[in-house]
């Protein structure tokens, strides 16, 4: 079936970075643009940063541009956030989704959710 | 970046039918319309509506989307227990090259 399988959460120092991953299967990889989402505890969901179909754009949210890096290799249908200088109000679940269609689509495929957690 | 509007709580009772509303502005929900999606806690969201206002396959036909001008509406007809938990809108905001989330919407079925 179509999925997203995520990786990587842990729990991080302040100050330090994290690699988060997400294997799709299911579907063709390398047609979707793809997302990441965190939900922080208590809060709503935030959009934190895109990529192209074949990662030729990124872009991210303001609120974490300069920490985060957006990535994927289409040959092995990953999809990678790299995170770095964590802080505690960074701890939240972290979620990738695949765009359905550019233009007109929503996020259709979720991943399971990864915890991330920054704490000393 | 400015974010989407919703209603943080909107309470109906069983069997009726409930509207939650999300409002943006021209560069994103009035421009390419607004995506919904459901979240119950613990698990991940899962997408009612595309911006088009079309259903994913397997979503129920109890839940439909529409927009007028900057504002996007999803109605959720003949309310079940199951149905209480947030509700959320996102967009793609061409102004600012970003997608932005609604604050999401708390429905409660009473």
């Known amino acids: 079936q179509v999925e997203l399988v995520q990786s990587g959460g842990a729990v991080v120092q302040p100050g330090g970075s994290l690699r988060l991953s997400c294997v799709g299967s299911?579907?063709?990889?390398?047609?979707?643009?793809l997302h990441w989402v965190r939900q922080a505890p208590g809060k709503g969901l935030e959009w934190l940063a895109g990529?192209?179909?074949?990662?030729?754009?990124?872009y991210y949210s303001d609120s974490m541009k300069g920490r985060l890096t957006i990535s994927r290799d289409n040959g092995k249908d990953t999809l990678h956030l790299q995170i770095n200088s964590l802080r505690g109000d960074d701890t939240a679940v972290f979620y990738c989704?695949?765009?359905?269609?550019?233009?007109?689509?929503?996020?259709?495929?979720w991943g399971q959710g990864t915890v991330v957690t920054v704490s000393s | 970046q400015a974010g989407l509007t919703q209603p943080p709580s909107v309470s109906m009772g069983l069997r009726q039918t409930a509207t939650l509303a999300c409002t943006g502005d021209t560069n994103n929900v009035g421009g390419q319309g607004a995506a919904w999606l459901v979240h119950y806690q613990g698990h991940p969201p899962k997408l009612l509506s595309h911006?088009?206002?079309t259903r994913p396959s397997g979503i129920s036909e109890r839940f439909s989307a529409s927009r007028s001008g900057n504002t996007a509406s999803l109605t959720i007809a003949g309310l079940q227990p199951e149905d209480e938990t947030v509700y959320y809108c996102?967009?793609?905001?061409?102004?600012?090259?970003?997608?932005?989330f609604g604050g999401g919407t708390k429905l409660t079925v009473l």
């Open positions: 299911g579907f063709t990889f390398s047609d979707h643009a």
């Open positions: 990529i192209s179909y074949n990662g030729d754009i990124q």
């Open positions: 996102s967009a793609w905001d061409s102004r600012v090259g970003a997608w932005v």
């Open positions: 989704a695949r765009e359905f269609r550019v233009g007109d689509g929503g996020f259709d495929v």
């Open positions: 911006r088009d206002n």
